[in-house]
């Protein structure tokens, strides 16, 4: 039975690296919306959205229109996080080692690849049309949606790197 790299098993790392990417995108969103007024994704939008599919409804004309649904904040923002978890998790899956000594490439392509969940899922679902094209500013969506990517991507390499200096101590 060989040694785990980083001691820990992948789900463990993928949790910590994707909280930590995660959260990182957060403050920098926080930071931005002070700086210029323009807030973030509303992650409420979110947990409408999934508590709307139980009653087998993906899209909407209009999710901040769509009824309410109790808890649709925490089921969001514990959504959000989920997911930051999993894409943490295909890069750690994808590049076994990277975790141990982390490089940006990698980190910010995952980054840049996971703008694809907004554009081609979430902003169609939302009624936004594909990446944000029934939005009154495409090109100013999307553009926030790389930017917004980006940084979670520089949030990946910075939790990773921080983990595999923390493991090193």
Do not use: K
């Amino acid at each position: 039975m060989s040694a785990r790299p980083f001691g820990r098993p992948p789900l463990v790392r993928s949790v910590a690296i994707g909280v930590g990417a995660t959260a990182i995108m957060d403050v920098s969103s926080e930071v931005r919306r002070r700086a210029t007024g323009v807030a973030p994704l509303d992650y409420r939008l979110v947990g409408r959205w999934i508590g709307h599919l139980r009653h087998r409804r993906l899209y909407h004309q209009d999710i901040a229109a769509a009824r309410p649904i109790v808890h649709e904040r925490e089921i969001g923002w514990a959504a959000h996080y989920t997911i930051g978890t999993a894409f943490a998790a295909a890069l750690v899956l994808a590049r076994p080692n990277w975790h141990a000594e982390p490089t940006f490439a990698p980190a910010l392509a995952t980054g840049l690849l996971s703008t694809a969940a907004p554009w081609l899922l979430m902003q169609p679902a939302f009624g936004m049309g594909v990446a944000a094209s029934r939005t009154a500013d495409p090109t100013t969506a999307r553009l926030r949606s790389l930017c917004t990517h980006a940084t979670y991507g520089i949030g990946l390499y910075l939790a990773a790197a921080t983990a595999a200096r923390l493991r090193r101590l």
